[in-house]
């Protein structure tokens, strides 16, 4: 995804962002969801990320699995707990975020990026106006009005920390 964006021009700062967020995306999936398919006979097995760009260059990233026994929602870890502060992340950096119900069985939980400034950057305080927390998402695969230049993604049969070395910017 890193360079896919860079080479068509997303400024590095969305860019870091996105990355960190289909990152976050994907540990979640991996971690409290099903693969595509397992409870159902829609699906094939696997994780399935994806990413399109606005002409405006906000840029939506999203990762389907097959659902999970709860809905996505931000923790209050504790300052020691090792995990719990992805969904709080993504609130952080995306302008909104929110879970949509696709084909019976999966989940796709989605994050829009601005490319416009000052509109991301951590805070530790909740999403203020113009920053969801969870929305629905309407139309063809939840992502309205978005064109220009998309990707896909799948983890068929990897590891988390296969798929996580992908993200990795070490050149």
Same mark, same amino acid.
């Given at each position: 995804?890193? /360079?896919?964006?860079?080479?068509?021009?997303?400024?590095?700062?969305?860019?870091?962002?996105?990355?960190?967020?289909?990152? /976050?995306?994907?540990?979640?999936?991996?971690?409290?969801?099903?693969?595509?398919?397992?409870?159902? $006979?829609? %699906?094939? %097995?696997?994780?399935?990320?994806?990413?399109?760009? /606005? #002409? *405006? @260059?906000?840029? &939506?990233?999203?990762?389907?699995? @097959?659902?999970? =026994? &709860? #809905?996505?929602?931000?923790?209050?870890?504790?300052? &020691?707990?090792?995990?719990? #502060? @992805?969904?709080?992340?993504?609130?952080?950096?995306?302008? $909104?975020?929110?879970?949509?119900?696709?084909?019976?069985?999966?989940?796709?939980?989605?994050?829009?990026?601005?490319? %416009?400034? @000052? *509109?991301?950057?951590?805070?530790?305080?909740?999403?203020? =106006?113009?920053?969801?927390?969870?929305? /629905?998402?309407?139309?063809?695969?939840?992502?309205?009005?978005?064109?220009?230049?998309?990707?896909?993604?799948?983890?068929?049969?990897?590891?988390?920390?296969?798929?996580?070395?992908?993200?990795?910017?070490?050149?």
């Amino acid at each position: 995804m890193r /360079e896919q964006l860079r080479s068509n021009g997303v400024s590095d700062t969305v860019v870091d962002d996105a990355v960190l967020i289909l990152s /976050e995306l994907l540990s979640n999936a991996c971690r409290h969801g099903r693969p595509l398919g397992q409870h159902s $006979e829609v %699906g094939d %097995g696997d994780i399935r990320a994806a990413w399109r760009v /606005e #002409r *405006t @260059g906000d840029l &939506t990233v999203e990762v389907t699995d @097959g659902g999970g =026994p &709860t #809905r996505p929602v931000p923790a209050t870890p504790s300052v &020691t707990a090792r995990g719990g #502060r @992805g969904l709080n992340i993504i609130s952080a950096l995306a302008q $909104e975020w929110g879970v949509r119900d696709d084909t019976v069985g999966e989940v796709t939980v989605w994050a829009l990026v601005s490319a %416009g400034p @000052g *509109t991301s950057g951590f805070t530790t305080a909740a999403p203020g =106006p113009g920053r969801s927390a969870r929305r /629905e998402r309407s139309g063809p695969n939840g992502l309205d009005g978005l064109s220009a230049m998309s990707g896909f993604g799948s983890l068929d049969g990897l590891e988390l920390a296969d798929a996580l070395k992908a993200f990795d910017d070490a050149g």
